[in-house]
């Protein structure tokens, strides 16, 4: 029996872990690893890390976490903190991320990670795919590029996401992801 090949799937939530793991969990050894310091505030972060392990175990795929550090996203930000999401914070988050999972992947000793942040419309593929390729030369693993959202991945989330009973999110994670998701969801009730 031929053996998969390993991938460490960077994890930033439930709905978007399981789209990508029932997609890859039959071309490969999955380990799923939650890294997540940019989510505001720490009781939606307890709540996010439970809804991944949660996904990982209804998959039988192993799942580990990374300790929450919300100072690091800070510093990873500092001085964007008025840039729009999708722009030049959004970079330093997930060079963050996708670095400490790489560091992670090397640490393992597997070759390769990827992340399923792709699968969200609101995340730039080109942008995730530049800081994985960063982080990865870092470590000296390699990083696999996925764009979870083609052939309709983002809805097919959600429909995963109700079947399962998991928790989705309305916003991205960091506090100013959260503050312009309150800011729209007010104007829409005006």
């Given amino acids: 029996m031929e053996r998969k090949p390993k991938l460490l799937l960077h994890i930033c939530c439930a709905p978007d872990e399981a789209y ?18 940019n989510i505001f505030p720490g009781d ?22 990374d300790d929450y550090q919300p100072g690091l996203w800070e510093d990873a930000v500092y001085g964007l903190t008025d840039t729009p999401e999708g722009g030049e914070r959004c970079e330093k988050c997930f060079l963050l991320r996708l670095t400490r999972t790489a560091e992670v992947c090397a640490s393992m000793g597997w070759p390769t990670f990827g992340t399923v942040m792709s699968v969200s419309p609101h995340k730039k593929t080109v942008m995730l795919d530049a800081a994985g390729t960063a982080a990865a030369g870092v470590y000296g693993v390699g990083y696999a590029p996925f764009d979870f959202k083609k052939k309709d991945g983002f809805r097919k989330s959600i429909a995963l996401s109700r079947e ?20 729209k969801s007010k104007s829409f009730n005006l």
Avoid: D
């Avoid at 039959?26 to 890294?35: D, K, N, P, R, V």
């Avoid at 939606?44 to 795929?61: D, F, P, S, T």
């Avoid at 928790?167 to 100013?176: A, D, E, M, V």
């Fill in 20 to 37: 990508a793991v029932n997609l890859l969990k039959g071309e490969y050894e999955l380990h799923c690893f939650f890294c997540n310091p």
């Fill in 44 to 65: 939606e972060y307890r709540l996010r890390l439970c809804e991944a392990k949660k996904a990982a175990e209804i998959y039988g795929v192993p799942f580990t976490w």
């Fill in 164 to 183: 399962l009973g998991l928790y989705r999110q309305n916003y991205c994670g960091c506090c100013l992801s959260r503050g312009e998701a309150e800011l």
